[in-house]
């Protein structure tokens, strides 16, 4: 049976009306275009999602928006939800890798992660993908997943991974694909 999956977590949060205008930040987001991770990290109350959601609401790339929470640190929920957020800019994406991922015996996490991205590069038009609240998530296994994708993204395409998150991510994975905002 298909692991259930709450739809509300794929959604971009709307915006206030009474939003305050950042244009400084969303130029430093915009220019974290060229790059394989843009990573936003404040604190608490400081408007990360309400910036990430102005900014892709404005962006002329599709959005792939996944909000966590600590019960996607199990890897295979984790990667349900990314390829779920994925679907919506391209439904036919990742259904292989749903069914490897609920397999009674799945293969090792790498097939996975090798799937998923051939699958990601069928993907014809640039996208960000917006994964909301990293921070909460406290799993190495998933860190290294997230890890494993970001090293063999291919530079050539235009996949964008831009991660708002309270604390910033450990140094040793993201330190050479982030642009700091």
């Not at 608490?44 to 792939?64: E, I, N, P, Y």
């Amino acid at each position: 049976m298909p692991t259930p999956i709450l739809a509300t977590k794929l959604y971009i949060p709307p915006l206030r009306p009474e939003v305050v205008s950042r244009p400084r930040l969303i130029e430093r987001l915009n220019e974290g275009l060229h790059r394989k991770l843009t990573l936003l990290s404040a604190p608490a109350g400081f408007g990360k999602t309400t910036l990430v959601s102005a900014w892709v609401t404005g962006c002329d790339r599709q959005v792939a928006w996944l909000s966590l929470d600590k019960g996607e640190s199990d890897p295979t929920l984790f990667l349900t939800y990314l390829v779920a957020a994925l679907q919506t800019i391209a439904p036919n994406n990742g259904v292989g890798v749903l069914g490897a991922l609920q397999s009674p015996q799945p293969p090792p996490i790498e097939s996975i992660l090798t799937a998923l991205l051939n699958e990601i590069t069928t993907i014809p038009d640039h996208f960000v993908l917006v994964l909301d609240d990293y921070h909460v998530l406290d799993a190495k296994p998933v860190d290294q997943a997230l890890t494993f994708l970001l090293e063999h993204l291919s530079p050539r395409t235009s996949k964008t991974l831009c991660i708002a998150c309270l604390r910033l991510l450990p140094h040793k994975y993201f330190c050479c694909f982030a642009r700091a905002i």
